[in-house]
């Protein structure tokens, strides 16, 4: 009598439903343990996406302010001698360098003996920082500026005993709107005191911080009751974005021909520029940082899932023991540090996000979030999390079936 030979078995298939079941089974029976295993890839995560995000918030706002403030402005301003001694530019200076053929505007402010104060009480060495200075007509148009309250200067009110204050300055002398008056004087002798009444309050203006803690008053009565310099103290030349490179190399010596190393020639934008890319250099160290917070988040995992095998290796072992293969106890774990990585990831990018829009909202920016980080954030929390749970899932899978019940017992 012949007997029908074996049924040929094969290995159990696990399909991905259950690997992923069989993934859940750690993170749920430890939560608590699970998430703050997460939490560490989370902060890196989202230190990443505010620190990349608030960057580009600001680069954002400073291309607005660029492109309103315009990055074409020039200024021109005394040098010094040998002697370390300032060196004045000529009368003729503001209309020299408005004949150059490429510049579209140039305006000045001069120096004068005065000082400001709020009111003719304060004693005259008190003066704050504030400056101030005579103005051209054509300085507001020059500067681009915008004003926060009340007017500019005309031609009737630049020979009156009206003064407009740059933002700073309002602040510092407690000058909330226009019509209130200050006092401005001096012990000099070509500086007649009087009280001046407040005409403007500018807005701050990034290119022209200068203008910012100054306090404006009009040319003609400068020079008549405040002893002002008839040389300009700096001159503020706009010329044709696409010459300002060609005017920038010659604004020194068509300002002082007979002395063009002794002129001070800058582009504010420069600056700002100059600024900017600190900002990104620190913006770099702090991504450094977040990178390592990376590295502690995966190996918070790591160190998480070797716990859970010791925890769980009776687990393992029945499973070993009913054909589980190793490969699919190493699937398991794999799959596990892989739902944690997730986790981080989507909940970095998220609080992340939050934190860029909440800054740029109290500084008024223009919200920018890095899509690519947005995009890669979460891919890159998962492989620091399943390389982080390789480890462990090789561990688990070497384990003998009787050794691992052994050790549960």
Known sequence: MTHPPPPVLHPARLRPT?????????????PLRSVLSALGIALGMAAVVAVTGISASNQAHLLDRLDRLGSNLITVSPGTDVNQQPMPLPKESVAMLGAIASVQQASATGDTKAAIYSTDLIPANQTNGLSVRSARLSLFDALRARLHSGRWLDRGTAKLPVVILGDSAAHLLGVDAPGQKVWIGGKHQGVHSEWYLVLGILQPNELAPEIDNSALVGEAQATARL?????????????????????????GATANPAAPNMVAVSRPSDLLKARAETKDTLSGLVLSLAGVSLLVGGVGIANTMVVGIMERSGEIGLRRALGARQGQIAIQFLVEAFLLGLLGGLTGVTVGAVAVY??????????????????????????????????????????????ALRTAA
Do not use: C, F, K
């Open 227 to 251: 002893d002002g310099d008839r040389a300009p103290s700096t001159v503020y030349v706009r010329a044709r974005p696409e010459n300002v490179a060609e005017v920038q190399a010659i604004a």
């Open 358 to 403: 909440a800054y740029a909202a109290a500084h008024t920016w223009p919200a920018t979030v890095p899509v690519v980080w947005v995009a890669i954030g979460p891919a890159t929390a998962v492989a620091v999390g399943t390389i982080a749970g390789l480890y462990p899932a090789l561990r688990a899978a070497r384990m003998s079936p009787t050794g």
């Open 18 to 30: 259950d690997l992923l079941r069989l993934g859940l089974v750690g993170p749920r029976a430890r």
